[in-house]
């Protein structure tokens, strides 16, 4: 959409420079040699410059609908963020809580990376030391402990899952990968507020 109003605007630029300039007639009597002739004008119209900045800012209808951390809010700020730590399955980077625009959103670095394995999931802990306070080698969880948040996207980079509104983030103490299917967590950060 940005491109669309750089464009428009571009467009009315150049019809507002051009519809300064005298207009030209095209009746060849008008002149003996039957070149067109320039119609005088008695005050020129006129011309737009790029003096003053032309408002480019995206309205929320016109902003892309991408989880990039380019193109995300000015209005994001940092609730919580925390390192995860090794579960059953070494795992590391940081962890971060965010609120934009209303909403809380669980962000993992781009320096997250943990191993692959069957039926991950991203999760909010109510534990602020799930490694600690559970057993290995799987560091099994409690299903009263936890809300599941949605299924890890990739085992690498930056990634972002949005926190439901139902959901009280007071509740919870950590962000913590896990798989279901083996009830086993891989790594958990511990959300320093």
Same mark, same amino acid.
């Given at each position: 959409?940005?491109?669309?109003?750089?464009?428009?605007?571009?467009?009315?630029?150049?019809?507002?420079?051009?519809?300064?300039?005298?207009?030209?007639?095209?009746?060849?009597?008008?002149?003996?040699?039957?070149?067109?002739?320039?119609?005088?004008?008695?005050?020129?119209?006129?011309?737009?410059?790029?003096?003053?900045?032309?408002?480019?800012?995206?309205?929320?209808?016109?902003?892309?609908?991408?989880?990039?951390?380019?193109?995300?809010? #000015?209005?994001?700020?940092?609730? @919580?963020?925390? %390192?995860?730590?090794? !579960? /059953?399955?070494?795992?590391?980077?940081? =962890?971060? *809580?965010?609120?934009?625009?209303?909403?809380?959103?669980?962000?993992?670095?781009?320096?997250?990376?943990?191993?692959?394995?069957?039926?991950?999931?991203?999760?909010?802990?109510?534990?602020?030391?799930?490694?600690?306070?559970?057993?290995?080698?799987?560091?099994?969880?409690?299903? #009263?402990?936890?809300?599941?948040? @949605?299924?890890? %996207?990739?085992?690498? !980079? /930056?990634?972002?899952?949005?926190?439901? =509104?139902? *959901?009280?983030?007071?509740?919870?103490?950590?962000?913590?990968?896990?798989?279901?299917?083996?009830?086993?967590?891989?790594?958990?950060?511990?959300?320093?507020?």
């Amino acid at each position: 959409m940005k491109l669309l109003s750089v464009v428009s605007t571009l467009s009315l630029l150049a019809i507002a420079c051009t519809s300064s300039l005298p207009s030209q007639s095209a009746d060849p009597a008008a002149s003996p040699s039957g070149a067109p002739t320039a119609t005088a004008a008695a005050e020129p119209a006129p011309v737009p410059t790029l003096a003053q900045p032309i408002e480019l800012a995206a309205t929320p209808a016109d902003a892309p609908a991408s989880d990039s951390a380019s193109t995300r809010s #000015a209005e994001e700020s940092l609730v @919580a963020m925390g %390192q995860f730590v090794d !579960g /059953e399955h070494p795992t590391r980077g940081s =962890a971060k *809580v965010v609120t934009e625009n209303g909403l809380l959103y669980v962000e993992l670095g781009e320096d997250f990376q943990t191993d692959r394995g069957p039926d991950l999931f991203v999760i909010l802990h109510r534990s602020d030391d799930v490694i600690g306070t559970t057993q290995p080698p799987a560091y099994a969880i409690q299903e #009263a402990d936890y809300v599941s948040l @949605a299924p890890l %996207q990739a085992t690498t !980079g /930056e990634q972002r899952y949005a926190i439901p =509104a139902t *959901v009280n983030l007071a509740d919870f103490q950590s962000v913590a990968i896990w798989c279901r299917r083996f009830n086993a967590t891989f790594g958990a950060a511990s959300l320093q507020r």
